[in-house]
């Protein structure tokens, strides 16, 4: 079974920045798109970001923009998230994604389903 291995999560205070990493076998990390998803309590899973494994393009989700930036490190297969200005309701657990295909299209890059593998997920916690 392929993993994923998320790692970075933490409590921090609002304004505050975190990264996060995600870390998958080569095959699956350079398959198709990274991305990073999160659940907050009671909420649906939420797209946060998505790079394809060429790099050319990143995606996010509207509450994210401009605070939030993913990124590839082909070299150790890792894809990191790198969260700036935290919000309370930033607060969630973040999930690292692997598809099979490139997607290079915004509005499919964001859909859930078209990702395959799935970490187990990491907390981040925003206090206000």
């Known amino acids: 079974q392929v993993q994923l291995t998320e790692s970075g999560g933490g409590l921090v205070r609002a304004g505050d920045s975190l990264r996060l990493s995600c870390t998958a076998p080569g095959r699956t990390f350079n398959g198709g798109n990274m991305a990073w998803f999160r659940q907050a309590p009671g909420k649906e899973r939420e797209f946060v970001a998505s790079?394809?494994?060429?790099?050319?393009?990143?995606y996010y989700g509207d509450s994210v923009k401009g605070r939030f930036t993913i990124s590839r490190d082909d070299a150790k297969n890792t894809v990191v998230l790198q969260m700036n200005t935290l919000k309370p309701e930033d607060t969630a657990v973040y999930y690292c994604a692997a598809s099979r295909t490139i997607y290079r299209a915004a509005h499919v890059a964001s859909q859930e389903s078209r990702y395959f593998y799935w970490g187990q997920g990491t907390q981040v916690t925003v206090s206000s």
């Open positions: 790079i394809p494994r060429t790099g050319e393009f990143t």
